[in-house]
Every structure is written in C-alpha cells, then in structure tokens.
C-alpha cells in the first residue's frame, strides 16, 4: 500500500512511503479490537473501593442490653449493622479488574485497527517532523497545515522528540 508524503506544511512532497499490506491490508476483527479496548478500560480501574465490616469496626464487643425484658430486639453488639457507626453489611471490597489477553489477539487488534484508519484513509506520512524550540504556536500551524485543527490526532515519531512533546502537550486533542 502506497501513501503520499507530506512536508510540514500539508503540501505534497511528489515521493509515497510504503506500508506492509500484513499490518495495513487485513481484514478487520472487530472482536478483537473490543476486547483490546475493554482490557484498556479494566486497567485503568483501581479496585480500592472498601468499607468495613462488623468485624473491623473499632468499638466494645460488650453486650449492650440485657437479652429478655427491654421489649426491643435482642442486640448483642455495638458493631452491629443495625446501630448508627455500626459494620456495613456485604460492603464492597477491593477486587483485581484486569484482564488477560493473549499477545497475537493484541496483535490482531493493532493491526485491525491500522487497518481500519488505512481504509479510512486517515494516515498520513509526514517527513522532517522536527522542531528547533518548544513552541504550541509552530505545532498548532502543523495542524492547521495538515488540516487537523479541530481533530483528534496521534503523531508518532521515528524516535523522542522533546522539542514536539513540549510543543503539543498543551493542546486537547493531540497524543503523541
């Protein structure tokens, strides 16, 4: 598969960069691609919710009234769920979200959604993305250049670029 490259400015460059049809030609499993984003969203739960139990209340454990005679129900403890500041009954306790997947339906996933962008027509190739100081207004004429001012975009680069971090991080809809 054939894509144009582009310069910094959105204009064509006349050369076409070549993609791997085995990443950018599959055919899509959408499955895969929402498993791989479920396991995203479990992960990013802590799982710390928690309150306490009878047991884990700090108070006497003395019998508060006398068994028969009150004309009330019979209360062996504070701690009771029952009382004001008592134990919570089947309270939430801390659980482990995550979910395992295997590494090639990962894959598969990556892949299907390369896929589905590449049909989208929605890559793009740009050459000397590169810049001397850390400036937002710079990034935000590359954007504008590249006709991506109001979208959402995810640049990835050959290797770290500080100076494009510090100039794009300050912007909404940018990941990189």
Do not use: C, W
Request: net charge positive.
């Amino acid at each position: 598969m054939k894509v144009a490259v582009l310069d910094i400015k959105g204009k064509d460059t006349g050369r076409k960069a070549d993609l791997s049809d085995a990443v950018y030609k599959i055919e899509p499993n959408n499955h895969a691609i929402y498993l791989d984003v479920k396991q995203y969203r479990t992960h990013q739960r802590q799982g710390t919710h928690k309150t306490k139990e009878r047991a884990e209340i700090v108070g006497s454990t003395r019998k508060i009234k006398k068994q028969k005679g009150t004309g009330t129900a019979r209360a062996g403890s504070i701690k009771s769920p029952i009382f004001r500041g008592g134990g919570r009954i089947f309270g939430p306790r801390p659980k482990d979200y995550s979910l395992k997947l295997n590494k090639n339906l990962k894959r598969l996933a990556r892949k299907s959604a390369l896929s589905i962008k590449s049909q989208e027509k929605a890559i793009m190739v740009v050459e000397d993305f590169n810049f001397e100081t850390p400036k937002t207004k710079e990034f935000i004429q590359v954007l504008k250049g590249l006709g991506l001012e109001n979208k959402k975009s995810l640049f990835v680069l050959g290797d770290s670029n500080n100076n494009v971090y510090l100039s794009s991080r300050n912007l909404g809809g940018s990941e990189n």
